[in-house]
């Protein structure tokens, strides 16, 4: 089976010359298709540049990035938007919902921006929400979610396009034990459907049970991955 | 995705109702100034406005605006009948001449004479009277304004409130006694004076003593004649100046235009009410469009290009100004309806909230810019940042 990520040799510095950071140091990395990979590793160490670079949100220096064997390199800025609204989801730490927008509408915009109609685009979102278990906030506002609702409907919001790829940046850092591990649960059960990839970067020592491997990041490289907690 | 932008501006009900006041109070002040100043303007050529009947304004050379009076002598009117292609000429005058009231205050009045027989350049509306009472004997015609203001009856003491001229009272024209036969309806003039109409042989009765009184010369062109051909000969013949009236309404505004502050007091406030809309509609979309910079990363982070960011805040710019230049241009109109008829000198032609339709388009057109270059320099890898 191809593989969902190909990274090889990939870098990727910040700041001008004379001031340059580095923050990927020549990363090889290889995530299979239905695979829920987590990158761990102190802070600055690169890991959300990572991400970035894989999700198509940032362009490396040096090296190659292959998703679903697209080289991003080789794509027009325009073809690269396109790509990621189709294949990529998001979800962040401060699930960055549009406040002036309902739950059903906010789940909305991927399919808006795929051209589905509009009608449609609402139907399906509020599936979504009800796959998520928020039958009963269809209409709400996110400020008069929980924390726990508001990643809910980022959830639905990655999911509900079917995009091939789900990149997390520290998903579960901002809810408390239980409601990060329901929405890990979320994660297993309703975002790795259908081959779908999982790519998640977490401190979260909490949930790192839930991945089927881990990288472990330092200075910009991946040192080691492994397949469970207990090798860490 | 445009209802989405629409949204996200209305959503955020502080920034969005102040965008709308700033680009209110800009449309506002453009169209409340340049309608005062279009006012004034066309108060300075009321009079010409209010005597449309002759064809041409005969007057001295010299003579720069309408209220630039530079006597002639009377013998002029025969010369300006004899010339050919005049049907008919009449004699007119207009000058200031001091009322006295009952109290012994002195009101200065813009007399108008008109020729004994035709009694031609009367005023526009009558309200009381008839022009033709002018023929009985000491009979003025008083404007509503005056009649109501400034030649209104004085209280028994200063506090007491003013009884409006009428028919039948009585005035002190430069010690002449005057009866009022009849209240007009006229525009009002530049400096606000009562204006008093009456005959000219009257009129010279009432006028300080001078050695020429004659103001200007209506003349009717006659039928199939040219008037500017008209006009060239009474000029050749007499030596005297021929205006039609709008010639003679274009002369008075550019010298009000050239002589005046009134131009550039007015362009100063309308210029001023442009930079405030700039400033106010500026700052506020522009700290509006920083607050949203992180869903608008969002938005390109999940696949929105820049076309389509850009057509979002085009559309949230343009209703901002749609929104608030009409609110502005309806308060202004609410202005020109309220005051009809008042001391505010406030004229809205149709070309005011042309023009003030075309700042606040410039004011949201030069803010978009502004917050476009922001979106295109947006890396949607802001997203993850903290």
Known sequence: MEPAIVCANLTKSYGAKGNLTQALRGIDLEVKPGELFMLVGPSGCGKTTLISVIAGILNHDEGSCAIFSHDLDAMEDGERTEFRGRNV????????????????????????????????????????????????KLDTLPTELSGGQQQRVAIARALVHNPRLIVCDEPTSALDHTTGAEIMELFRHEALKEGRTLVIVTHDARIFHYADRIGVMDDGRITRIVNSPSEL | MYLIALKMLVGNKGKFFAMIFGVALTSLIITQQSSIFVGLMSRT???????????????????????????????????????????????????????????????????????????????????????????LADSVIVDEAGALGKLAKPGATPQSPRTPLKVGDLLELNDNRAVVVGIARTTRTFQSQPVVYTTYSRAMRFAPRERKLLSFILAKVKPGENFTEVARRINAQTGLAAYTGPQLKGLTIRYFMKNTGIPIN???????????????????????????????????????????????????????????????????????????NSELAFYMPWQIPIITVLATTLITLLTTIFSLWKVIRLEPGIVFRG
């Open chain 2, 266 to 340: 007015f362009g100063i406030a309308v210029g001023l009410g442009f930079l405030v809309g700039v400033a106010i509609v500026g700052q506020t979309f522009y700290s509006f469009i920083t607050d949203n910079m992180r869903y608008l990363g969002i938005l390109k982070a999940m696949g929105a290009k820049n076309n389509v960011l850009f057509t979002m805040i085009v559309l949230q710019t343009f209703l901002v100004g749609a929104l608030g230049s009409g609110i502005g241009m309806g308060i202004a109109s609410l202005t020109s309806i309220i005051s009809k």
């Open chain 1, 89 to 136: 989801g998001f979800v962040f730490q401060a699930y960055n919902l549009i406040p002036t927008l309902t739950t059903t509408e906010n789940t909305s915009i991927p399919l808006i921006l795929n051209g589905v109609p509009r009608a449609e685009a609402t139907e399906r979102s509020r599936e979504m929400l009800k796959q998520v278990g928020l039958g009963a």
């Open chain 2, 45 to 135: 050529v009321g009079f010409i406005f209010d005597t449309p009947l002759p064809d041409l304004w005969v007057m001295d050379p010299k003579v720069q605006f309408v209220d630039d009076i530079k006597p002639m002598q009377d013998t002029k009117l025969l010369q300006v009948r004899g010339v050919q292609g005049v049907e008919w000429a009449v004699p007119l005058y207009k000058g200031s001449i001091r009322a006295r009231l009952a109290n012994g205050t002195f009101q200065t009045c813009n007399v108008i004479g008109l020729d004994d027989s035709t009694l031609v350049g009367g005023p526009p509306t009558m309200l009381e009277g008839r022009v033709a009472d002018l023929r």
